[in-house]
């Protein structure tokens, strides 16, 4: 028989498999989502234009007729006015779904469900198949990771309607999965020496969660970005190449909610900072030593705040605190990929062959 370690770590991989075929179902049913939806919004649209054309001409017609002013000035503007619902339309700043949407993005959001129940069975049996918590290494990173970035997302979604992320979380999820099988995939096996304490718990899990949170906001100023060129495409008559951005909230809502969240990740990415520098003390007698990783975490922390007082103090909305916030998270990638795996230092702890 296999060790109680080699058992559980072969179970944790098979169940972390099934939950990346499983985000990829909901990847592909939230893309279907947005591809139906997107139609039938399109079809309402043209449906909604006719009959604007058609009755700006009856109320003119009937008041000629009849010697009244039906088709007078308050019978013009009232009725075209109420015709006018979805031309070119956007979700509102309350993110909620039109009725439309209800069935595919239901079914998205029970497949994401169950995923995550796996995802966190394949967690739990590295956890035991371990004897400590799962993310020692980069590939017990990037899977916890990926659980806490669906977990949150389906959190999220019992305050406000954030089902327009679904296929870009879902997506990002199943990238993450397949990088830590394929590339980073390291055995079940003992921490090194200076990993070896309570402050691993404190520290990475806060890290975690922060970077959880900064790829839910990557994922809201990409989104940004798009639905801004599109409302300026709009405005100056062009064509709408993005119809499936009507199902998005506009710019400014996204902006909002984004940097919301992200001054939530940056309190935790701050304390990261702190706890790590406190653990850095215990493990080798100081608390700044500039390593890489070091370096970059502070790079990141910097990049962040950049971003919040630019945007509450200098007055940089819209593209530029997007591009802010892609930036920052751009940095946590360098820090979690290029760092780890080719910068030598105290903090070298992929679980890669060097």
């Not at 980069?138 to 999220?156: D, I, K, P, R, W």
């Not at 990415?269 to 990783?293: C, P, S």
Request: one cysteine or more; glycine letters at 10%; charged letters at 10%.
């Amino acid at each position: 028989m296999l060790p109680i370690n080699e058992t559980m770590g072969q179970y944790s991989e098979l169940f972390m498999l099934l939950a990346a075929g499983t985000y990829a179902v909901a990847f592909i049913a939230f893309a279907w989502d947005l591809a139906k939806s997107s139609k039938v919004l399109r079809a309402v649209d043209l449906k909604a234009a006719s009959s604007v054309a058609a009755e700006a001409k009856v109320p003119v017609a009937a008041g000629r007729a009849g010697g009244n002013d039906v088709g007078g000035p308050a019978g013009r503007t009232e009725r075209p006015t109420s015709a006018i619902t979805s031309v070119s339309q956007t979700a509102g700043g309350d993110m909620k779904y039109a009725a439309e949407r209800r069935i595919p993005a239901r079914v998205a959001v029970a497949v994401a469900i169950i995923g995550v129940a796996i995802h966190g069975a394949g967690v739990i049996t590295r956890a035991i198949g371990a004897g400590r918590v799962p993310w020692g290494n980069m590939y017990e990173f990037l899977t916890t990771g990926a659980f806490l970035v669906v977990a949150v997302f389906l959190l999220s979604l019992i305050r406000r309607d954030l089902r327009f992320l679904g296929t870009f979380v879902l997506g990002l999820a199943v990238i993450m999965m397949t990088a830590a099988s394929v590339t980073y995939w390291t055995p079940v096996g003992h921490l090194v020496p200076a990993l070896q304490s309570y402050w691993l718990v404190i520290h990475v899990s806060i890290a975690v969660m922060s970077a959880s949170l900064f790829t839910l906001t990557f994922a809201m100023s990409a989104l940004q970005l798009l639905q801004s060129h599109r409302q300026k495409t709009l405005a100056a008559g062009g064509v709408d190449k993005l119809g499936f951005m009507r199902l998005v909230p506009n710019a400014l809502s996204l902006e909002n909610l984004s940097y919301r969240i992200n001054t939530v990740g940056f309190v935790g990415w701050t304390f990261t900072l702190m706890f790590g520098a406190i653990w850095a003390e215990k493990a080798w007698g100081r608390f700044w030593g500039w390593d890489t990783k070091e370096v970059w975490t502070f790079v990141i922390w910097v990049v962040y705040a950049g971003y919040l007082h630019a945007r509450a103090t200098r007055g940089w909305t819209g593209t530029r605190a997007a591009w802010l916030s892609i930036a920052g998270y751009l940095c946590v990638i360098f820090n979690f990929t290029v760092v780890n795996v080719f910068f030598n230092g105290l903090h070298s702890y992929s679980g890669l062959p060097q």
